[in-house]
């Protein structure tokens, strides 16, 4: 399936984020870090001309919000909230930090065990499954150039759908915050304000 040019970002980090603990579905607000590499993001992007002739897509969630207000230096009210760009839910271990989980459940980080399969069995969790469902679905609505401002792991399945990569691909894929990754013709080139 050919899609059109895309760039995908991550909300800066957040409180959660620097605490270490798992946001999921829930939220909390940037910190001063992540509105500065929201703000070089913006930069950047308004430099290289990422930022015209593209629709807007973000993840409802506050974080997302408030990082594409930054970049954009506007507010963001024509910009499509769509739910499924939402990060993955992990059910009841949202807020939970990754320390406290691996106590709950330590045969799901074991060295044989791929990285983040402790997300897919979450108690009362989203899944790899539906999370990759309405990441194709959201994907092949898309009818033009667009930017995602979306999370980590949902932003990780997305790319992997857009190279073509099998949904287990999306481990090996790089992650990060302040940066983003631009998506045409099945290649993608990270963009980071350091460059």
Do not use: Y
Not at 67 to 76: H, K, N
């Amino acid at each position: 399936m050919s899609h059109p040019d895309i760039l995908i970002i991550r909300h800066g980090e957040t409180v959660w984020n620097r605490e270490g603990r798992m946001q999921g579905q829930q939220d909390s607000p940037l910190t001063d870090k992540g509105a500065a590499q929201a703000d070089a993001l913006g930069r950047m992007l308004r430099q290289n001309g990422h930022l015209t002739s593209r629709r807007i897509h973000l993840s409802p969630a506050g974080r997302t919000r408030a990082t594409a207000e930054r970049i954009l230096e506007r507010p963001v009210e024509e910009a499509e909230c769509d739910p499924r760009l939402l990060e993955i839910g992990v059910g009841a271990w949202e807020g939970q930090s990754l320390d406290v989980i691996r106590t709950e459940a330590p045969h799901l980080f074991t060295d044989d065990v791929a990285p983040f399969h402790w997300m897919d069995h979450a108690p009362g969790g989203e899944g790899f499954d539906r999370l990759d469902a309405r990441c194709r679905a959201f994907l092949a609505d898309l009818t033009g150039p667009a930017i995602l401002i979306t999370h980590g792991i949902t932003s990780r399945f997305l790319r992997a759908r857009l190279l073509g990569l099998d949904r287990a691909g999306f481990v090996d894929l790089p992650g990060g915050q302040g940066n983003a990754f631009h998506i045409r013709a099945g290649q993608s080139h990270e963009l980071h304000p350091d460059d």
